[in-house]
């Protein structure tokens, strides 16, 4: 008989990598999930059940007397319990997180988050925002309807995922927070990886290595492409996607809404971002 898995194995706190829908999260967390001692599931979303069930204390009709106490008795056990949880689904693993680009969606949940897991790390990959419109826009449901239906939520979508992502990394700190861009790890899927096992201080593995070594000769679909994965980073596809999803009137709108960002991540200068909105047509009215 199998001895059951030692919680202790298991690094005390997770890592947990973030990023606007669209915009590699998905890869990233399968890169990271090859090595075999790293347990990266996606999407489980237990982070976001963390806060919630903790925050139904406040709630009179759900816990009245002793709140204070057993609040303070949840927070002493649920790590404990998710680490289980991590360390039966992975015998073996040492590393474990998960990969959910939706806990930005809630303020609350990553403060809940580190006050019970002090050690968590946060990775974070940034993609050209233009690319991750187009991106929103342009993805379908399995019934063929848009994933997306109004370009004004799609464009709040990839500011306020990359505000909190900003927010969050300015609370952290460098220890806690790594930055990376979409674009260098499709370059050169093994030299970021690389780094960025580096500063999780994780040694790396050939497993990691093959994987992205593999992706380099031939790409796999992980979640749903909207593009040709064979010109996956290149800044004038990026451009050419978001040009084809804005309407022409609305374009210098809409990259002025996205233009901070382009900046704070380098994908444009304000010599390049100007030279850009001089050839886009005059502004339209407002839509309906």
């Known amino acids: 008989m199998d001895a059951e898995p030692k919680v202790t194995s298991l690094a005390n706190d997770p890592i947990l990598v973030l990023g606007a829908p669209r915009s590699g999260t998905t890869y990233l967390g399968r890169i990271l999930d090859q090595h075999p001692e790293v347990a990266m599931s996606n999407e489980v979303r237990l982070f976001e059940w963390l806060h919630r069930a903790l925050a139904l204390t406040d709630d009179d009709k759900v816990l009245l007397e002793e709140r204070a106490a057993f ?111 979409y674009e260098d790890l499709v370059r050169d899927d093994e030299g970021v990886a690389r780094q960025l096992f580096d500063w999780l201080g994780i040694p790396f593995a050939d497993a990691v290595a093959r994987f992205c070594r593999g992706q380099q000769k031939q790409r796999t679909s992980f979640s749903g492409p909207t593009s040709d994965l064979a010109r996956a980073g290149d800044r004038d596809t990026a451009q050419a996607a978001w040009s084809a999803v804005a309407p022409p009137a609305q374009q210098r709108a809409s990259l002025g809404f996205l233009g901070p960002y382009l900046l704070r991540y380098g994908y444009e200068t304000e010599a390049s971002l100007a030279a850009i909105v001089a050839t886009l047509p005059p502004a339209g009215p407002a839509p309906a």
Do not use: C
């Open 71 to 181: 609040r303070a008795h949840l927070e002493a056990e649920l790590p404990a319990l998710i680490r289980r949880y991590y360390a039966e689904r992975s015998p073996g693993a040492r590393w474990w997180g998960d990969k959910n680009p939706h806990y930005a969606e809630s303020p609350a949940t990553m403060p809940a988050l580190v006050r019970l897991f002090p050690g968590v790390r946060f990775v974070h990959i940034v993609r050209d925002p233009r690319a991750v419109l187009a991106s929103l826009l342009n993805k379908r449901n399995a019934d063929g309807t848009p994933w997306i239906t109004h370009p004004e939520y799609a464009h709040t979508l990839v500011a306020n995922h990359l505000d909190f992502a900003e927010n969050q990394r300015q609370a952290s700190g460098p220890a806690a927070f790594y930055e990376l861009r």
